[in-house]
Each structure stands twice: as C-alpha cells, then as structure tokens.
C-alpha cells in the first residue's frame, strides 16, 4: 500500500521505519532538505522536498493512489489542511497528529470527520491514558487495551515471593485464575519465551497475559502479592501530557500535586483543574519534594519536555522514598533502553503512541487493529473473521498459525473470552493475537482464505 507521510521529525521516521519493514510503499514529504536527507539514507522511502499544505507537493507525493496520509508535523493546523486537502486529491484515508484539546472534543472531530480526516491522534492525551492505566495497575510495565477496553494486554515482573515460583506452570495452585487469562510471552533478560505447561520461572522475569480486564486483576493480586498501593501521584510538569493525566486521577481517590516551573503555566493549571494541588517550582529541587510529601505510598510522573530532567526527577523522588516512577521520554530508541535495564519504573514515548495508533490504520480487510508492545519483540494484532472466511465454523486448532503466534482472545459482540484450540470461529468475531515481529501479513494471509 501506498503510505504519505507529511513530517520527517521523530514521529514520522519512526513511523516511516515501521511501515518500510512492513513492505509499504512509503514517500516522505517535508520543508526541510536535511531530515529528508537522513531519512532516505536509513530507510527505502521516496522523498519529497516541499510544503505539505500545498496541492502541487501533494500530488507530486501522489496522494491520489494513497491508502494512507499520516500529517504528523509538529503544527496543528498543517496536519489538519493537509490532510483535507489530501482527502480532497482522493486518498483512501487520512490520520492527523494534533496537540490541541480544543480540537479533539467529540463536535470538533466530527467537523474534521466531516472535511476527511479519518483519524485524530493527541499524543498527549494517548500518553496520559497509558500512564493512568499503570498507575491504576499498581506499578506493572505495558498495559495494551483492545477491543474498545474489552481485552487488556499487561506485563509484570515476577517478584520474590510470587506464587508463579513454586513449580512449573501446570502446577499453579489456582488454575481457576489462571485458566482466566492467557499467558502470551514471558521475557528474560532480553530474551522472548514462549509459555507452557512446564515452564518455571524467575524472579524478575517479565510476564505479560491476557484477558478481560477483572480477570487480569485477578491473576495480578495472585502473582503479585507485594503489588503497589499508590495513594499520591505527584506530577512533575504541567504541559500537555501531565495536565491531562492530572484530570484524569481527578476521577480517582488518588491525591493529586502538579509541579510546574513556569508560574503563568502553573496559574493556568491551577485555574483548570479541580482537586489537584498545583504547586510553582521545579521538581529537581530536593527542597520542592520535601515540601510536598514523598511518601512510600507515592508515584512520581516526570512530564516535562526534558527527557533528562524527566529521568533525573524520577530518580531523585525515587531516592526519597517514591515507589514508582514514570518518565516521559521523547526519543523512542531510549524507551526499550531505560525499561529493559531498569533504570526507572517505566518510559513513555508520545512518538510511539502516536505510531501505535496510526498504525491502525494500515492494515486490510483482515487485520484491523496492530499495536506495538514497547518491552518484547512482538505485535498484538486485532484480526476480523470475515463472514466469506474458509474458518467460519472451524475450530482454532486448525489454523496453522506463523510460528509463536497465540490467539489470547476472542471477542463476539459484547462478550470476550480467552481463545483455546476447541473455540470454534463465527462470522464477525474478532481475534487478539500476539505475533513476533513481522507475522502480520501472514496471519493475514491465513484469515482471508
């Protein structure tokens, strides 16, 4: 498929990187000579040097053939004209990148719905709802909602203690909550493995399962008996990411404290938001965290635009007693580095979830749904079984799937269920498969026949 991609920053070379691997045809459009320049020395991309909102350098990009637009700029209003004249030239769909909270309340996307564009991605807003998911899950690594929340992915490490350490897996001594999820990956040091029956597993290696959200829950409080109470979350930075996951605890017993250096900006949040505490000052001051209370009952979230500030704040607040610390970290490749080594609690990148929720957007008839799990060399795929499927009727068992993949779950209608070999597939259910890397055309391949 043809795939645009107007904005050759961090977010569209990244996006830019995975679509390549992807086999997709890929043609890159910027202002800029240089980010063009590295871009095409990296990655098998055609690139167009010219202004993106302009009709000539749309159709010199050939927008008309396009299966996907991504306007992924650093500008609102660029991604935004773009992307409808874009639609206007005839390409299939249209994903913009926007910042604005004015521009993603419901009545402004169905405007911009309106004029074309088929997809509006807030970054911030993306990153804030991942961070409020590991807050509420009391310190675990990867949260993933699929299947409008009906299905969630989480990864946690096993700690000292676990009941996950006494034997093999076949011997868990509550298989009424394990029988509920399904383990999809477990990851030590660095390494990918595959679940079975008669795995036995380490402290710290990382698990990741499957299921509805309850069962999770469940299977959690089990595995992870010492898992974090987290009563305060203090938020260092009052920007797009960190006003936005302060409005969402709001909405929790959890006491709230934003930090914000800049004291107009620390004005307005305090203006906006309803229960939080927002506090002028800079979190790298030990004196600030004193003031305010670092409990071991605290979470500190590290959201200002400086990743080494973000990391620094963690560790100082960690030092002080915090039990959790989340760092907003802009440059992707640093994300797998800081949670592979465990130099913090987790990192966040808006890049990649802004590419997670784009990517959506590239898949067939088949696949509806890709995200990207940030900690393990994987996908979790959203596949549809179309009712002309030659599966309709046949049981899981009989798909030969790519090597490593596992159907966790199956979705029909408003029920979800964890998928076994016996479930037997209907028209319009929807699948959540983890695939390595690489494995989505061929399980697409698979379910179209």
Request: aromatic share 2%; net charge negative; with cysteine.
């Amino acid at each position: 498929m043809r795939v645009v991609i107007i904005g050759a920053g961090v977010a569209g070379q990244r996006l830019a990187s995975r679509l390549c691997e992807e086999k997709h045809d890929v043609v890159v459009i910027d202002h800029r000579a240089q980010p063009l320049e590295d871009i095409a020395s990296e990655l098998d991309v055609q690139t167009v040097l010219g202004n993106g909102i302009s009709p000539r350098t749309l159709e010199e990009a050939g927008v008309a053939q396009a299966g996907l637009v991504a306007a992924v700029t650093a500008r609102d209003e660029v991604n935004i004209l773009a992307g409808v004249f874009a639609h206007a030239a005839g390409a299939s769909h249209i994903a913009a990148r926007v910042s604005s909270d004015e521009l993603t309340a419901k009545q402004h996307v169905d405007h911009l719905s309106s004029l074309g564009i088929d997809l509006i991605v807030n970054e911030h807003d993306e990153c804030a709802r991942e961070v409020l998911s590991v807050i509420d899950l009391g310190g675990a690594k990867e949260i993933v909602r699929m299947a409008e929340g009906r299905i969630q992915t989480v990864g946690a490490d096993v700690p000292p203690g676990s009941p996950l350490l006494a034997g093999p897996l076949k011997d868990f001594p509550r298989l009424d909550i394990l029988s509920a999820v399904r383990l999809i990956a477990v990851m030590r040091k660095e390494r990918l493995l595959m679940p079975h029956g008669d795995m036995s597993f380490e402290v710290k290696d990382t698990i990741y399962c499957v299921g509805r959200p309850v069962d999770v829950r469940a299977f959690l409080d089990v595995v992870r008996p010492d898992r974090i109470a987290i009563h305060k979350v203090v938020i260092a930075g009052g920007g797009g990411v960190g006003w936005r996951l302060a409005r969402h605890l709001e909405r929790t017993d959890k006491q709230v404290i934003v930090i914000e250096e800049n004291s107009e900006r620390a004005l307005e949040c305090s203006a906006s938001l309803k229960k939080s505490v927002v506090v002028s000052g800079n979190a790298l001051h030990r004196t600030v965290l004193d003031e305010i209370g670092i409990t071991d009952h605290t979470a500190i979230v590290a959201s200002t635009g400086n990743d080494e500030n973000n990391m620094i704040a963690c560790l100082l607040a960690k030092k002080l007693g915090a039990v959790f610390g989340v760092a907003l970290i802009s440059e992707p490749e640093y994300v797998s580095i800081i949670n592979e080594a465990g130099l913090l609690d987790r990192a966040v990148s808006p890049y990649l979830a802004t590419m997670n929720a784009i990517l959506r957007f590239v898949r067939g008839t088949s696949i509806r749904a890709i995200t990207l799990l940030q900690n393990v060399p994987g996908e979790l795929l959203e596949v549809h079984v179309s009712g002309g499927s030659r599966w309709v009727g046949k049981a899981l068992k009989d798909a030969r799937l790519p090597r490593r993949a596992v159907v966790a779950a199956v979705v029909r209608g408003e029920v979800a269920s964890i998928g076994t070999g016996d479930t037997v597939l209907r028209e319009g259910d929807r699948l959540v498969v983890f695939a390595p890397l690489g494995a989505a055309s061929k399980l697409e391949s698979v379910f179209r026949k």
